[in-house]
């Protein structure tokens, strides 16, 4: 059975509090020690209960003593450089909490996107397609999946890819601006575009770049 994840926060409760220090205490006293012993690392700690006058000390005063001294003695940088209070602490939490977030929201748009694209292979309304994705973000995703698909080809056979004609064009609301010209594929579940990627030519089913075996559904 998984351990319940214990709550960061200050314990109210006069006993349990107590409890819970005596017991954290003399763990945190034997994690020194062991790191001292298997890694040949000097540390020492000190720990003193509010209200309390007597000190836990590992390993000596004397030890605790000499190697605080030798802290002292560093320039004010090593001192600093790998400090942590409880401020700094949740400070790099936040910040990593922040960059995780960050990635998920990314993450969360490009699937937006790629539902978008599909709902429109799929003959989605025009109406309906702003309200479930920005517009810039589904253009980004199909020219950047469309210059992936490119450079891909570029790469294995070792010249451009060939240009595929696409049937004419049909009188349709083209959302996509600044990616190319697309055009409805009369029924058949597809949308074909136009784009220049320099010397790449241009790219016809847009399907094919998204779902090669077809639309999921």
Known sequence: MARKKTKMAYITDDANRRRTFAKRKKGLLKKVSELSVLCGVPACALVTAPGDHNHDIWPSIIGADALISQLKDLPALDQDKRSLDQEKYLARTVSRLRDQLRKVEKENQEAEAKAEVLRCLCG???????????VREVCALVEGTARAVAERIQRVSG????????????????????VGDVYNNNGNNGFYFTYNFNNYGSYGNLGSLFFPSGPAF
Request: net charge negative; charged share 25%; glycine share 10%.
């Open 124 to 134: 989605a309304d025009d109406d309906a397609r702003g309200a479930r994705a920005d």
């Open 159 to 178: 010249c451009p890819p060939a240009v595929v004609e696409a049937p004419p064009p049909t009188e349709v609301n083209n959302a996509w601006g600044g």
